[in-house]
């Protein structure tokens, strides 16, 4: 499902100075909710190269034999940057620029660039949802479904590095967004992973993460609600320069299904042996 990921650069903590706009697929799947978080990569992943250009971008030449830059970058000289593609080796960007010290967002590598680098690394997991009752049990209209995932609530970090810079890229968790599949309810937003709700504690627990079904999924497709679990990241860089900036956050999404039926009260007249199963869902 495509969406916009949006780049902000900024020098320290002042505003962002530089915005750019593409197009990233968001990933999305259906792990079994038994099976171990997947892990999938945010875009094409790159490699980039620096290396000494005496005479800068009026010098160059198809011919011209370019060394890459022993250790660190000297202020004045020139540089050229290219970034390739792993998976195909294709030219991803090319550069030519002059090294100036202390010139935040001035010529020099492209920081930003090293950001995506690194946040194309960042091993984000698809959420495991949990629910209690649970995932294959049916659910009851009235009666709140706790809701959680597994799996650590921890922030996830890559590193990119170009002519003795490093970029650090820190994507952490802001909140899971739990769609239920009841038409016409908005999607439920819980901020933090959920409380796992543990049997032998019985009816003595709390949770700040739980959704109640009005309806039944009888007349659904196949019986059952569509439901998903979207775990957003803020996700944030900064260089060794002293830079800092913003990525648009990122998310992944798991798909499952869930069967909800309703409880009926039923009052006898007559002898109890006449009388339905009152704790039997109804369909």
Same mark, same amino acid.
């Given at each position: ?42 875009a094409?992943?790159r ?39 792993? !998976?195909? &080796? +294709?030219?991803?960007? @090319? ?5 100036? $010290? #202390?010139? *935040?967002?001035? %010529? ?52 990119a ?17 739990? !769609?239920? &599949? +009841?038409?016409?309810? @908005? ?5 933090? $992973? #959920?409380? *796992?709700?543990? %049997? ?17 999924s ?35 999404t ?28 109804a369909?």
């Amino acid at each position: 499902m495509p969406g916009v990921r949006t780049r902000a650069f900024a020098s320290g903590g002042e505003t962002p100075s530089v915005s750019i706009t593409y197009t990233e697929l968001r990933a999305e799947g259906s792990p079994d909710p038994g099976a171990p978080p997947q892990v999938v990569p945010a875009a094409r992943k790159r490699v980039c190269e620096t290396f000494a250009a005496p005479g800068g971008r009026e010098a160059r030449s198809e011919n011209q034999n370019l060394a890459p830059v022993p250790g660190g970058l000297v202020e004045g000289e020139w540089y050229y940057s290219s970034c390739k593609y792993v !998976d195909t &080796g +294709e030219l991803a960007s @090319s550069r030519y620029w002059q090294y100036t $010290p #202390g010139a *935040p967002g001035g %010529p020099g590598p492209d920081l930003g660039e090293l950001a995506d680098i690194a946040y194309d690394q960042i091993p984000l997991a698809f959420p495991v949802p949990r629910t209690s009752p649970a995932i294959e049990i049916r659910q009851i209209t009235g009666l709140p479904t706790w809701l959680w995932v597994d799996g650590a609530w921890a922030p996830q970090i890559a590193e990119a590095s170009l002519a003795g810079l490093t970029v650090t890229v820190t994507a952490t968790p802001r909140h899971i967004v739990w !769609d239920m &599949g +009841e038409r016409d309810r @908005s999607p439920l937003t819980c901020t933090g $992973p #959920g409380t *796992p709700f543990v %049997p032998e504690l019985g009816d003595d627990q709390h949770t700040d993460c739980s959704y109640v079904y009005q309806w039944v999924s009888a007349a659904e497709p196949d019986g059952v609600y569509r439901a998903s679990a979207t775990m957003v990241w803020d996700v944030t860089w900064h260089a060794s320069t002293g830079q800092t900036g913003v990525l648009a956050p990122a998310s992944r999404t798991t798909t499952f299904d869930l069967t909800v039926a309703e409880l009926q009260a039923v009052v006898c007249y007559d002898t109890p042996s006449d009388c339905p199963d009152a704790d039997t869902p109804a369909a």
